[in-house]
């Protein structure tokens, strides 16, 4: 028996939970996507996140923070605009760029797809005590490298 060995064995149970985690995760995207808007990709419902989360942006680092290609996130927000959900405006810097933001239809929308989504996760931590919910979130905050409070 290797001295490792144990180590080993853990690192492999991290790896399956943290898969199911994803996996999990994933799959209430996909069902929050849907409740945002049936017609659309998920990955439209990725972009309406990501403004939703970061704020306006232009379409390069939107397709750079969400690893899409470009050509993708401009059909992709020209679907969503069409929709009302998203709003193309020059930007305020210097009048040539473009600057992407969610309307207030796509902010609502968003919330409520998102509510659903999160209250799966919240039901499965309704029981935990508040000293384990503390403790599961530094534990992810330092594994996340977010070694802050």
Same mark, same amino acid.
């Given at each position: ?18 898969? !199911?985690?994803?996996? %999990?995760?994933?799959?209430?995207? #996909?069902?929050?996507?849907? +409740?945002?808007?049936? /017609? &659309? ?21 939107? !397709?750079?923070?969400? %690893?899409?290609?470009?050509?993708? #996130?401009?059909?992709?927000? +020209?679907?969503?605009? /069409? &929709? ?66």
């Amino acid at each position: 028996m290797k001295e490792n060995e144990p180590r080993e064995k853990l690192e492999i149970e991290l790896g399956e939970q943290l898969n !199911a985690l994803i996996s %999990a995760s994933h799959a209430l995207n #996909v069902r929050a996507a849907a +409740k945002f808007d049936s /017609s &659309l990709q998920p990955a439209a419902f990725h972009i309406v996140r990501w403004l939703y989360s970061y704020g306006p942006t232009n379409a390069a680092t939107l !397709a750079d923070s969400t %690893a899409m290609d470009r050509s993708s #996130v401009s059909r992709l927000v +020209k679907q969503l605009q /069409s &929709l009302g959900y998203v709003n193309r405006e020059a930007s305020p810097k210097d009048g040539r760029g473009i600057v992407l933001s969610l309307t207030e239809y796509g902010q609502q929308k968003i919330i409520d797809a998102l509510k659903e989504k999160e209250s799966i996760f919240y039901e499965r931590l309704s029981d935990w005590k508040d000293a384990e919910l503390h403790d599961f979130i530094q534990m992810l905050r330092q594994f996340n490298g977010f070694n802050r409070r």
